[in-house]
């Protein structure tokens, strides 16, 4: 088993900036990859980053290249997700997940383990 916290969602400005952070616990020996989702009210989740815990490769959404960094610190079991010029259409739950497999890194039926969610919300 691995637990995930995500902790760093709060209220922003349009143009803001915010770091989440994903700490696991448990079995961590067993993560590949970490990725970010998020779902916003009415719609459903979707992709956002992802990094492999070996190596560091990362994938990014369309909509958020450019302005968000995912990054991690292996010795302490954390992700990041780094959010810079933030829009109203970025509000949402944000979510960390795990693969123990490398599998497709955009597709959140390839995540074993789900955190509970922070919410970030951007106002105009």
């Known amino acids: 088993q691995v637990q995930l916290v995500e902790s760093g969602g709060q209220w922003v400005q349009a143009g803001g900036s915010l770091r989440l952070s994903c700490a696991a616990s448990?079995?961590?020996?067993?993560?590949?990859?970490t990725g970010w989702f998020r779902q916003a009210p009415g719609k459903e989740r979707e992709f956002v980053a992802a990094?492999?815990?070996?190596?560091?490769?990362?994938y990014y959404a369309d909509s958020v290249k450019g302005r968000f960094t995912i990054s991690k610190n292996n010795a302490e079991n954390t992700v990041y997700l780094q959010m810079t010029a933030l829009r109203p259409e970025d509000t949402a739950v944000y979510y960390c997940?795990?693969?123990?497999?490398?599998?497709?890194?955009?597709?959140?039926?390839?995540?074993?383990?789900w955190g509970q969610g922070t919410q970030v919300t951007v106002s105009s």
């Open positions: 448990g079995r961590t020996f067993t993560i590949s990859r």
């Open positions: 997940a795990t693969q123990r497999w490398l599998q497709q890194p955009r597709e959140r039926a390839y995540y074993d383990y």
């Open positions: 990094i492999d815990k070996s190596g560091g490769s990362t």
